[in-house]
């Protein structure tokens, strides 16, 4: 681990330009104040009208319903910015330094705020409209080399190297709770043996139905468990934005190395 920050460069390198540009770039995408604070206790979300519109969405075409979500400039999920927890073990240097995925990334504000010299960062996305977006905020970036952005499905999509580390936030919560096991799979296949997931677990909350589907710390360790995946550390996650503080945890989990899948 380490930081891989360029000296004198956090106020005025990608960091300080995200923060800077995020309502910004909020307006461009269509996104408005209120969306980049999507509720997360259960009865909020289950009557939230912006929830209740991506659901019939996704539901309505299951195939292409994160692109017309996207297309329309419905994205609930989407904070306009780093997700505060990221940028900041980022800049305290406890991430761990290599290969870096980040699955169903969107504009790709976490990609880019963590890709430096000692990790390079894929953001990967189902939404092609979502990749052309990441891909035009991002260019002009001084970091630009250290990161890239691929439209892939990552259930069916073979790297040619694994990554050192995995970070998923509101990606685990949008899919299908029956294809979580199959995530779990995923990622055991895409991580090193001595890798590190790290898992930003919401909406931790007692609401019905999804995207976005709640979720429990229970829920993670069903399928991560039988894949050999233990937790290191879970925390209350105190930086979370004011509408999810108290519905989100920080997980951090290591394969054990004598696991057998037999």
Same mark, same amino acid.
């Given at each position: 681990? +380490?930081?891989?920050? @360029?000296?004198?460069?956090?106020?005025?390198?990608?960091?300080? *330009?995200? &923060? !800077? =540009?995020? $309502?910004?770039?909020?307006?461009?995408?269509?996104?408005?104040?209120?969306?980049?604070?999507?509720?997360?206790?259960?009865?909020?979300?289950?009557?939230?009208?912006?929830?209740?519109?991506?659901?019939?969405?996704?539901?309505?075409?299951?195939?292409?319903?994160?692109?017309?979500?996207?297309?329309?400039?419905?994205?609930?999920?989407?904070? +306009?910015?780093?997700? @505060?927890?990221?940028?900041?073990?980022?800049?305290?240097?406890? *991430?761990? &330094? !290599? =290969?870096? $995925?980040?699955?169903?990334?969107?504009?790709?504000?976490?990609?880019?705020?963590?890709?430096?010299?000692?990790?390079?960062?894929?953001?990967?996305?189902?939404?092609?409209?979502?990749?052309?977006?990441?891909?035009?905020?991002?260019?002009?970036?001084?970091?630009?080399?250290?990161?890239?952005?691929?439209?892939?499905?990552?259930?069916?999509?073979?790297?040619?190297?694994?990554?050192?580390?995995?970070?998923?936030?509101?990606?685990?919560?949008?899919?299908?709770?029956?294809?979580?096991?199959?995530?779990?799979?995923?990622?055991?296949?895409?991580?090193?043996?001595?890798?590190?997931?790290?898992?930003?677990?919401?909406?931790?909350?007692?609401?019905?139905?999804?995207?976005?589907?709640?979720?429990?710390?229970?829920?993670?360790?069903?399928?991560?468990?039988?894949?050999?995946?233990?937790?290191?550390?879970?925390?209350?996650?105190?930086?979370?934005?004011?509408?999810?503080?108290?519905?989100?945890?920080?997980?951090?989990?290591?394969?054990?190395?004598?696991?057998?899948?037999?």
């Amino acid at each position: 681990m +380490g930081l891989c920050v @360029p000296s004198g460069r956090i106020s005025g390198g990608v960091c300080g *330009l995200l &923060s !800077g =540009r995020s $309502l910004t770039w909020a307006k461009n995408l269509g996104v408005s104040t209120t969306q980049l604070h999507m509720s997360n206790n259960g009865s909020s979300i289950e009557s939230n009208p912006k929830v209740q519109k991506l659901n019939q969405i996704i539901g309505s075409d299951s195939a292409g319903g994160w692109e017309k979500s996207w297309q329309q400039g419905h994205t609930p999920w989407d904070l +306009g910015k780093p997700t @505060p927890i990221i940028q900041h073990l980022h800049q305290t240097g406890t *991430l761990p &330094s !290599g =290969r870096t $995925l980040v699955p169903g990334c969107g504009c790709g504000y976490d990609v880019v705020t963590i890709a430096c010299p000692e990790r390079f960062v894929v953001g990967l996305d189902i939404s092609d409209s979502a990749i052309k977006k990441a891909k035009e905020l991002s260019s002009s970036l001084w970091n630009a080399n250290h990161f890239t952005f691929l439209k892939e499905d990552f259930f069916t999509w073979n790297p040619t190297e694994l990554f050192d580390l995995i970070f998923d936030y509101t990606f685990f919560c949008a899919i299908e709770p029956d294809m979580r096991s199959v995530w779990a799979k995923r990622m055991r296949h895409l991580l090193k043996p001595d890798g590190e997931l790290l898992t930003l677990m919401f909406p931790i909350s007692d609401h019905a139905g999804g995207p976005p589907y709640k979720v429990s710390v229970a829920d993670y360790e069903e399928v991560l468990h039988p894949m050999g995946f233990k937790a290191v550390s879970i925390v209350d996650n105190k930086m979370a934005i004011g509408p999810r503080k108290g519905r989100e945890k920080l997980g951090r989990w290591k394969r054990t190395p004598s696991k057998s899948l037999l």
